[in-house]
């Protein structure tokens, strides 16, 4: 008797194909389920990629299934049609590819093709290469559509500059928040540095903007009612929040302001931040890398809470030098990580692996009655999405969690391997990027309290 097969029930739909055929979701699950039942199959899970093109694999659906067969759980994947895996010959080869290595099948319930012959694998080729030319040019279609709505005034996404709000399918000015933008361009015109123009903000309305948010907003040319996207321009797209002349004049003092990192000096130098990304103020964000020249021209690197430099979040006002966190890593490391490598062993300590399956069947079983309720029109598309995302999070996290366990022993005998190194004598012979290599194979985070001390968490 033939083994009765575990079949996942890949469905998309992206968000192009919605807006010239609309939710195709639930004809394509409702086939496949039929095909199933017909055929006599266990069904897994349902795996459904709502407003996904064809040619991004990173779809979060698309990816736990393919965790899902790495752990043996699908015998055969069924889909509507070959373009539900990819619009393309280089995507659907990655994806059958992990298929192939953990035998795992598929077939396409509305489509006849044969991977076993040179001729059955040429016809995909092609049918993918004509799906793909297809996608290519309904997004044509789409963009064409999209910019007669532009140049009538209709925003066509849901993002809404700083400033406005959305009326009707346009924007029209928000009085409070524009008050903001135009205190943005006037402070910058005065004071022409961006760091005071932040601080000023955030103090005089009680905010916590960001650097980079006032600077992409000064840099905006919405703001004088002109709409720009590449090479495609509608003028009086909106209502102006300031006039050009004062646009074009803080364009002219932001350029002329702004910092060169890249003159031959420095590109010469090769200059790097050996702990960039790594180094934690006490506030929870990262420290950014900074320098200073002195008059012989060496350079000098720290590291500083950017939050403590622009708004009063931050108390952390000091900064710390790259060659002294160096040292103190150079002092501390080793001895660190034999303690711990000592107490993981003398506690004979061994990951505790967590039962979660049940807790993860329980979320998918919560995701079917989620998609049984959008297919009958019993919630909206908006509460779909927000807590079919929320429940996905969880699945994610729950894998996530299962990998660090798995990896914990490993991370054990990566110490070791990293304390066999003789990585004190040879460091000074290394340049920054082998420096940075060597620190974030072993280390995750530097912490640093308000006294400058380190805190190091290990990988």
């Not at 043996?72 to 990655?94: A, C, E, P, Q």
């Not at 290519?136 to 809404?160: C, L």
Request: net charge positive.
């Amino acid at each position: 008797m033939d083994k009765i097969k575990r079949v996942a029930l890949y469905i998309r739909v992206s968000t192009e194909e919605q807006v010239l055929h609309g939710d195709s979701i639930r004809t394509q699950t409702e086939a496949l389920e039929q095909y199933a039942k017909d055929n006599n199959f266990i069904i897994v899970d349902k795996y459904i990629d709502e407003g996904y093109s064809a040619t991004n694999l990173k779809r979060p659906s698309l990816q736990r299934m393919l965790e899902d067969i790495k752990e043996n759980k699908i015998d055969l994947i069924l889909l509507t049609k070959i373009d539900r895996f990819s619009r393309g010959v280089k995507n659907f080869y990655k994806i059958i590819e992990i298929l192939e290595k953990h035998k795992c099948d598929w077939k396409t319930i509305l489509e006849d093709y044969d991977s076993g012959t040179a001729a059955g694998r040429l016809h995909i080729n092609i049918m993918l290469s004509v799906a793909e030319n297809e996608a290519s040019q309904t997004s044509e279609r789409i963009k064409f559509v999209f910019n007669n709505k532009i140049r009538r005034g209709e925003v066509i996404s849901g993002s809404t500059p700083f400033g406005y709000k959305i009326v009707d399918k346009h924007l029209v000015i928000d009085e409070e928040k524009a008050e903001i933008v135009r205190e943005c361009f006037i402070s910058y015109e005065k004071l022409t540095s961006m760091i005071k123009v932040l601080q000023h903000i955030n103090n005089s309305f009680n905010a916590n903007f960001s650097y980079n948010f006032v600077y992409k907003l000064l840099r905006d040319n919405i703001y004088t009612g002109i709409y720009i996207r590449n090479d495609f321009v509608v003028e009086n797209f909106c209502d102006a929040i300031i006039s050009p002349e004062q646009f074009e004049t803080v364009q002219k003092l932001l350029s002329k302001n702004a910092k060169v990192y890249n003159n031959k000096f420095l590109n010469n130098l090769g200059m790097q931040y050996i702990f960039s990304g790594m180094v934690i103020c006490k506030c929870g964000r990262k420290m950014s890398g900074t320098y200073s020249l002195s008059t012989d021209k060496r350079i000098y690197k720290y590291y500083r809470c950017h939050i403590s430099q622009t708004t009063k979040k931050c108390d952390n006002t000091k900064r710390l030098s790259e060659k002294k966190l160096e040292i103190f890593l150079l002092k501390n490391v080793r001895k660190q990580l034999e303690e711990i490598a000592f107490r993981y062993e003398s506690n004979n300590t061994k990951p505790k692996s967590k039962n979660n399956n049940q807790l993860k069947n329980k979320i998918k079983k919560q995701i079917n009655k989620l998609q049984d309720l959008y297919f009958d029109d019993l919630i909206d598309k908006e509460d779909y999405k927000l807590k079919y995302q929320k429940l996905n999070t969880q699945l994610i996290e729950l894998e996530k969690n299962k990998s660090e366990e798995k990896n914990s022993i490993i991370n054990l005998q990566a110490i070791k391997s990293f304390l066999e190194i003789n990585f004190e004598e040879i460091y000074a012979d290394l340049n920054d990027q082998e420096k940075r290599t060597l620190w974030t194979s072993i280390i995750d985070t530097i912490v640093i309290d308000e006294n400058k001390n380190p805190t190091i968490n290990f990988l």
